[in-house]
């Protein structure tokens, strides 16, 4: 369950920002997070769920899949299998399998479309689950939508997405009778076709935060997403993106 490992994150930054604060002699240093792939959900449940974002200049998400990812229900529904041997009933047992699923409307099914958690019928997939896991997504926008109304969230910290485009990216599903299959096409829910890629494995729709003010990926890089964190050009801009934030903090230690 990733919010487990968000509660894990508190409290491993408690005890270091307040060590790092001792050790400068500065009160009021703050951390910055960055957090690739499902490192970035981790990140923004500390954030915006568990009141991080006091403690924080930015999160950084790269490649984070915001909105899920295809690939999860693939792996759910059809199993999964590693050098031959078959981990479908592993990672089936996963909280944060189902914390991946995509929470829009994906799934066509007799000619609509539908949100996994909306469908009973979905093989190998637990409805109850993928509510559950629904809800995850959801405390996280409502979070974020209560955040907002503080005048120090909005002029103190940030959420930062890094997206990779430019690859095949699954977008899709379709369910008839007992069969599940992933397709390269949009859902009928997005109707344009600047998000007709992604990294490979996380569509761009899904690596763009539910946030107000975050419309389109700003910070979008032609590569996979394994090597997004190893990418020169995402590296070079992640390094402009630490050293603004360190010109407008100039009178607080960083780390």
């Given at each position: 369950d990733f919010r487990v490992a968000s509660r894990?994150?508190?409290?491993?930054?408690?005890?270091?920002?307040?060590?790092?604060?001792?050790a400068s002699g500065n009160a009021e240093a703050k951390a910055i997070l960055i957090g690739h792939s499902s490192g970035g959900l981790v990140a923004r449940y500390y954030a915006e769920v568990l009141g991080g974002w006091a403690d924080c200049h930015?999160?950084?998400?790269?490649g984070t899949a915001h909105r899920g990812i295809p690939s999860a229900l693939?792996?759910?529904?059809?199993?999964?299998?590693?050098?031959?041997?078959?981990?479908s009933a592993l990672f089936r047992s996963f909280t944060s399998m189902y914390q991946l699923l995509p929470i829009y409307k994906i799934v066509q099914f007799q000619d609509e479309y539908y949100r996994v958690?909306?469908?009973?019928?979905?093989?190998?997939?637990?409805?109850?689950?993928a509510q559950m896991a629904l809800a995850f997504h959801r405390e996280i926008e409502n979070a974020?939508?209560?955040?907002?109304?503080?005048?120090?969230?909005?002029?103190?910290?940030?959420?930062?997405?890094?997206?990779?485009?430019?690859?095949?990216?699954?977008?899709?599903?379709?369910l008839s009778g007992q069969k599940l299959t992933l397709s390269e096409d949009l859902p009928g829910v997005i109707t344009s076709d600047y998000f007709r890629d992604g990294d490979g494995t996380v569509p761009l729709v899904s690596s763009i935060p539910l946030l107000p003010g975050?419309?389109?990926?700003?910070?979008?890089?032609?590569?996979?997403?394994?090597?997004?964190?190893a990418n020169k050009l995402v590296l070079e801009k992640l390094r402009d993106i630490l050293h603004g934030i360190a010109g407008n903090h100039s009178g607080e230690h960083i780390r």
């Open positions: 894990k994150l508190k409290r491993r930054l408690d005890y270091h920002l307040q060590a790092w604060r001792e930015a999160v950084v998400t790269i693939n792996v759910l529904a059809n199993g999964q299998k590693v050098a031959l041997i078959d981990m958690a909306e469908l009973d019928n979905i093989p190998n997939v637990d409805r109850a689950r974020a939508k209560r955040n907002l109304q503080n005048e120090n969230y909005i002029n103190h910290f940030s959420t930062i997405p890094f997206s990779g485009v430019g690859q095949s990216t699954m977008q899709s599903a379709r975050i419309e389109g990926a700003q910070n979008s890089f032609n590569e996979t997403h394994s090597f997004l964190p």
